[in-house]
């Protein structure tokens, strides 16, 4: 079953402090892995996206990482802002002949302290 | 920046009724999306369209759902005959055009509107 997971459910930390989250999938056939951003009331945003072959990739303060072999990947967010507060959301995109099906995690809800 | 616009924000509507749900993709896109979330959970797909065909639907995109591109701009979803549980988010999202082999597609961002709240009484 295509599932996409992810942890914590939610973290709260102090600006100016650097987080890191994560996405685990069982998405197949596997197309590419995004990180959207979510801020109440408003639709996703898109971070990044990873292929397959992409290790890494950056966004600003936002780096994802990708590790297609155990299905994992990260956002690691650095010198985080108060406007950081949203729900970060790691997608899946599925290959093969579908028009890019996007699967969802539930996201993980950050609040930024000052 | 374009955006994708969905009307209306909030949609109150009697259980049984059919309602529309109308959403604007960026004007040069021509791939659409509808996608759902239940409060407090994730984001649930319903269905691609592509040319003016759906080319995939999920289980839940049953035969209550259809999907329109009635001119050149508006995309709507409409739902036959809503029920209590047709109460979610409802996002509408579209991709750039690309030229070349049609697997890249699926690797091109979705752009989402800011929801339509359906809230089934």
């Known amino acids: 079953k295509n599932q996409v997971e992810q942890s914590p459910q939610s973290l709260i930390i102090l600006e100016g402090k650097n987080c890191t989250l994560q996405?685990?999938?069982?998405?197949?056939?596997?197309?590419?892995l995004r990180w959207y951003k979510q801020d109440t009331g408003r639709g996703p945003v898109s971070l990044t996206i990873?292929?397959?072959?992409?290790n890494t990739k950056s966004n600003g303060r936002y780096t994802a990482t990708l590790d297609a072999d155990t299905k994992q990947s990260s956002l690691h967010i650095t010198a985080s802002q108060l406007s950081d507060s949203a729900s970060y959301i790691c997608v899946v995109s599925a290959g093969g002949s579908t028009l890019g099906r996007l699967y969802f995690g539930r996201g993980t809800q950050l609040t930024v302290w000052p | 920046e374009p955006e994708v616009t969905q009307t209306p924000s909030h949609q109150v509507t009697q259980m049984g009724q059919e309602v529309i749900l109308r959403c604007v993709p960026i004007s040069n896109h021509l791939y659409f999306y509808w996608y759902r979330q239940i409060l407090g959970q994730k984001v649930e797909f319903l269905v691609s369209f592509y040319n003016n065909e759906i080319s995939e639907k999920s289980e839940i995109f049953d035969d209550q759902f259809s999907v329109e591109r009635p001119d050149g701009s508006n995309f709507t979803l409409k739902i036959r005959s809503t029920k209590l549980e047709d109460s979610a988010m409802y996002f509408c999202?579209?991709?750039?055009?690309?030229?070349?082999?049609?697997?890249?597609?699926?690797?091109?961002?979705?752009?989402f509107g800011d929801g339509t709240r359906l809230s089934i009484l």
């Open positions: 990873m292929t397959f072959s992409e």
């Open positions: 996405c685990n999938y069982t998405v197949s056939p596997f197309s590419n």
């Open positions: 999202a579209s991709s750039p055009t690309l030229t070349g082999k049609k697997y890249l597609y699926s690797n091109q961002p979705q752009h």
